[in-house]
């Protein structure tokens, strides 16, 4: 396994990272074995799913932040009686507490998903759970939350949009207002890899992976995305925004990638595991924040300790483990969080460039249209296609609809939905700057109005006149 160590114990404030450890399996190593291995990387927080005694009494004095689960059959006693919460806690808390240093309590997990729709026991229930831990005086040492995933916002794109279904409103009305007067964070389980698996034609995996070269842009706010784990994030933000609750801090229970998966699951592979988990693990522990919440911590749990082979589903269900039950690692990972961005490409590497056009069936108004909206609500930088500028010539519509269209393309990382314009554009695989801009005087004056790295766009004008400084001092 070499020695590479997580970074967690040198966290002293700031975020944290943590791992979940599940044992939905029948051939891990012992909770004392797999304690010891959490120990020996030297991780400080981890999640488990229920109040095992024998894994309680593993994490004793090890000093590692526990976080226990009640799982949703148990939602209806404990939100039912009182007497019930006081007993669990009797028998489940206090013998093992404090040498087993628990944390978080979350009652139920992702409730809004499970077949039998058990929300509305879920606030009862961490009720009675306060209350039996005020009668403590743990309430303070001890926060209580519920998980979720994201299908309980209705919209996550752009991230300011971000909103709450509504079909849950009774059960996060009453949520929310426990979480903010508690001070506990809402819990999120967040997985860009089923983002990618179950819509590739509109979310790039260099985007999914922490290692887009291009930025999306959120046309309401301006704000930069170079990847989708931040903005899910943001937009859980801005949904509890909306409903005026700012205090509220986000916190991910829950996040990984698979390094195997059936035929169809092309990206579950060690290698793209390594990238997710290496680069999230950096950009968390340097308090990057987000782009909404520059500098917020943000605390992480990886999903998962062990693959655990009696997960139903898909093959990728069984194959989120950082480990394999032998305790040998599934793959080498980066764990100090502080060498190179794993997997960062050149422009346009592994894959195909693509560029995005006005289409020559596109009537005169609805181009122009289209090119009034990229250029203001798109946020599109448009200056390189006014008059006397390096991208103006020649002067008709297509060529400037064109430019605008691929700058937009570009910058919301080249996916089908960024190239549609209401039917106006549509994408190529040729380089098309020789047809578009002919009089344009070098290749590199066409690949700057038609190029494929969004940051062309933001340096033409400065790298023409310095071209044409360069051509005069020759002259």
Same mark, same amino acid.
């Given at each position: 396994m070499g020695s590479s160590k997580f970074p967690f114990a040198v966290l002293c404030r700031g975020s944290i990272v943590g791992v979940c450890y599940g044992r939905n399996a029948d051939d891990l190593p012992t909770p004392d074995k797999a304690v010891d291995l959490i120990q020996q990387h030297n991780i400080k927080y981890a999640r488990i799913y229920d109040a095992n005694i024998q894994v309680l009494k593993a994490f004793a004095n090890t000093g590692i932040e526990l976080m226990i689960g009640i799982s949703n059959s148990d939602l209806l006693p404990f939100s039912q009686f009182q007497s019930n919460a006081d007993t669990w806690l009797k028998n489940n808390i206090l013998p093992y507490y404090p040498a087993t240093k628990i944390t978080y309590i979350t009652v139920g997990a992702e409730v809004t998903e499970a077949p039998n729709n058990e929300s509305a026991l879920v606030v009862p229930a961490m009720h009675n759970i306060l209350t039996s831990l005020k009668k403590l005086g743990l309430h303070k040492k001890i926060k209580v939350s519920t998980t979720h995933s994201l299908g309980v916002l209705s919209r996550s794109f752009p991230p300011s949009a971000g909103a709450f279904s509504s079909k849950h409103a009774l059960f996060l009305k009453p949520l929310l207002e426990f979480l903010a007067?508690?001070?506990?964070?809402?819990?999120?389980?967040?997985?860009?890899?089923?983002?990618?698996?179950? &819509?590739?034609? =509109?979310?790039? !995996?260099? /985007?999914?992976?922490?290692? +887009?070269?291009?930025?999306?842009?959120?046309?309401?706010? @301006?704000?930069?995305?170079?990847?989708?784990?931040?903005?899910?994030?943001?937009?859980?933000?801005?949904?509890?925004?909306?409903?005026?609750?700012?205090?509220?801090?986000?916190?991910?229970?829950?996040?990984?990638?698979?390094?195997?998966?059936?035929?169809?699951?092309?990206?579950?592979?060690?290698?793209?595991?390594?990238?997710?988990?290496?680069?999230?693990?950096?950009?968390?522990?340097?308090?990057?924040?987000?782009?909404?919440?520059?500098?917020?911590?943000?605390?992480?749990?990886?999903?998962?300790?062990?693959?655990?082979?009696?997960?139903?589903?898909?093959? &990728?269900?069984? =194959?989120?483990? !950082?480990? /394999?039950?032998?305790?040998? +690692?599934?793959?080498?990972?980066?764990?100090?969080?502080? @060498?190179?961005?794993?997997?960062?490409p050149t422009p346009n590497s592994g894959t195909t460039k693509t560029w995005c056009i006005a289409s020559?069936?596109?009537?005169?108004?609805?181009?122009?249209?289209?090119?009034?909206?990229?250029?203001?609500?798109?946020?599109?930088?448009?200056?390189?296609?006014?008059?006397s500028q390096p991208c103006f010539q020649p002067d008709n519509l297509a060529s400037h609809a064109s430019y605008a269209f691929n700058a937009y393309y570009q910058q919301n990382g080249a996916t089908d939905i960024a190239c549609t314009f209401g039917g106006t554009g549509v994408r190529v695989d040729k380089d098309p700057s020789n047809a578009l801009f002919p009089s344009v005087q070098t290749l590199l004056h066409r690949s700057l109005c038609l190029g494929s790295d969004a940051m062309h766009f933001l340096n033409c004008k400065l790298v023409y006149f310095a071209l044409q400084a360069m051509i005069t001092a020759c002259i």
């Open positions: 007067e508690n001070q506990s964070p809402f819990m999120i389980d967040i997985y860009p890899y089923y983002a990618y698996r179950d &819509s590739p034609s =509109n979310v790039s !995996l260099d /985007y999914a992976l922490f290692q +887009s070269s291009s930025e999306v842009i959120d046309p309401n706010t @301006g704000l930069l995305y170079t990847n989708m784990f931040d903005a899910q994030i943001d937009a859980l933000y801005f949904a509890l925004m909306a409903l005026n609750f700012r205090t509220i801090k986000v916190m991910v229970t829950e996040t990984g990638w698979p390094s195997k998966g059936s035929p169809k699951e092309t990206a579950a592979t060690p290698d793209n595991a390594q990238i997710y988990n290496a680069n999230l693990i950096r950009h968390v522990i340097n308090d990057t924040g987000t782009p909404a919440k520059p500098g917020e911590d943000v605390d992480v749990y990886i999903f998962s300790l062990f693959n655990e082979n009696r997960k139903p589903g898909l093959e &990728s269900e069984r =194959n989120w483990g !950082l480990f /394999y039950p032998d305790q040998t +690692s599934v793959y080498n990972l980066d764990f100090s969080g502080r @060498g190179a961005v794993v997997g960062m020559s069936n596109a009537t005169q108004l609805d181009l122009q249209n289209a090119v009034d909206w990229a250029c203001s609500t798109g946020n599109v930088d448009c200056s390189p296609i006014q008059p």
